[in-house]
């Protein structure tokens, strides 16, 4: 029997036309972000409700026996693109959780389990960044199942196409540079700024932006403050000059597909693009919340931080991996430093005091002093509940 193929790559439209793929999805110009809403799961399950042609991903993917992904390599991981595509696959799993390997994940829709090739193309990767990216593409492997994951790197597209020429990949088939924009002149840094920045594309309820919220109750009443919000595909107007002015940069955003959530990847590249050749001294720290319980499923996405931070110039100074986050909302009353809060608030407050500091505070992992198998007999309850009021049974 035929082995169903699927390509997920960023190359130029059209870069695997006549390729020996079944199915191919690359980039239209349409695609809009993962907005974290759970609809996919609770009222149209396997069917995104953004409306722009990318809606059926997750179907794509059940219908696969073998998936390839061809990506830029940014930070360590997909890029944005990439990242955006696998975002949206998420109504692929099911929303229950199992213990995998001693770690939580989610349950599979589907019994068949996807052999998956992963091939990174840059010219200018460090060591650092090809671990990482090995890290990310074991770390999705698991979480979608799949039979082996097979990671490589190629220096540029030419080198891709040759890879994939014995599936039929046309070698002069290449994608057009990538246009730099000028760097902006940026506004002079003020001293003692810090710019608390949630990375969460939901617009209102986000545990990240409670994260932040409850960091400023351990910071200083002194402490100059500048709070944004990295919610879209790119970057507001006049974000860019107000991170200039700070000196230190926080950064909260959940755990998407075990990296950084792909409107956020946007973002960042965008500051790169303008801050890396402009000798810009910053301390950087990251607080990521993961669905999942164990805090330590974010550390391949701390690792991204810390390669986006050699990019630019800065200096990553850290941050605090918190699992669990899926709790946030029904314990958003409950002060950190108490109950299920008691180790995160004890984390968050020696975090905010090395922020004030400048200081490094490392990588540090916690979760919520509450069992597992309780969170995630309440975490499944809560699917089926919110399923059951759209007439649907998980």
Not at 300 to 310: D, H, I, R
Request: net charge negative.
């Amino acid at each position: 029997m035929k082995e169903n193929r699927l390509l997920i790559h960023d190359l130029q439209p059209g870069f695997a036309q006549n390729g020996n793929f079944d199915e191919i999805v690359e980039d239209i110009g349409t695609i809009k972000n993962c907005i974290g809403c759970f609809t996919c799961w609770i009222k149209t399950p396997m069917e995104c409700v953004l409306k722009d042609s990318y809606e059926h991903l997750a179907e794509k993917l059940a219908a696969c026996d073998e998936l390839t992904i061809v990506s830029k390599c940014t930070y360590g991981g997909p890029s944005a693109y990439v990242k955006n595509v696998l975002d949206r696959s998420i109504p692929y799993l099911h929303p229950d959780f199992v213990i995998k390997n001693g770690e939580m994940h989610h349950k599979q829709r589907f019994p068949q389990h996807i052999a998956m090739k992963v091939i990174f193309y840059g010219d200018s990767l460090s060591e650092t960044e090809k671990e990482t990216a090995e890290e990310w593409s074991e770390a999705m492997a698991v979480n979608f199942d799949a039979a082996a994951v097979e990671t490589t790197f190629c220096r540029d597209v030419m080198e891709v196409c040759q890879m994939l020429s014995e599936q039929g990949i046309p070698q002069d088939t290449i994608c057009d540079e990538e246009q730099k924009k000028a760097c902006l002149p940026l506004n002079r840094q003020e001293e003692g700024t810090m710019a608390l920045i949630s990375g969460s594309p939901k617009k209102k309820y986000s545990t990240s932006g409670q994260m932040l919220e409850e960091l400023k109750s351990f910071l200083s009443k002194d402490q100059s403050v500048t709070e944004l919000r990295f919610s879209d595909n790119g970057l507001a107007e006049n974000y860019l000059q107000t991170l200039a002015k700070a000196e230190t940069f926080v950064i909260s955003f959940p755990l998407y597909v075990d990296s950084i959530p792909s409107h956020l990847l946007r973002c960042l590249t965008e500051i790169e693009t303008d801050f890396a050749e402009q000798s810009c001294t910053k301390s950087v720290y990251a607080i990521i919340n993961c669905g999942f319980y164990e805090g330590e499923q974010a550390k391949t996405a701390m690792k991204m931080v810390e390669n986006w931070c050699v990019r630019c110039g800065f200096t990553f100074r850290g941050g605090l991996g918190v699992g669990a986050g899926g709790m946030w909302h029904s314990i958003k009353d409950v002060p950190p430093g108490h109950g299920p809060k008691k180790d995160y608030g004890k984390h968050l407050s020696e975090l905010a005091e090395k922020m004030e500091q400048q200081e490094d505070y490392g990588c540090v992992f916690t979760t919520v002093n509450f069992p597992r198998f309780a969170y995630k007999m309440a975490g499944e309850s809560g699917w089926k509940q919110a399923a059951k009021k759209n007439g649907i049974t998980l």
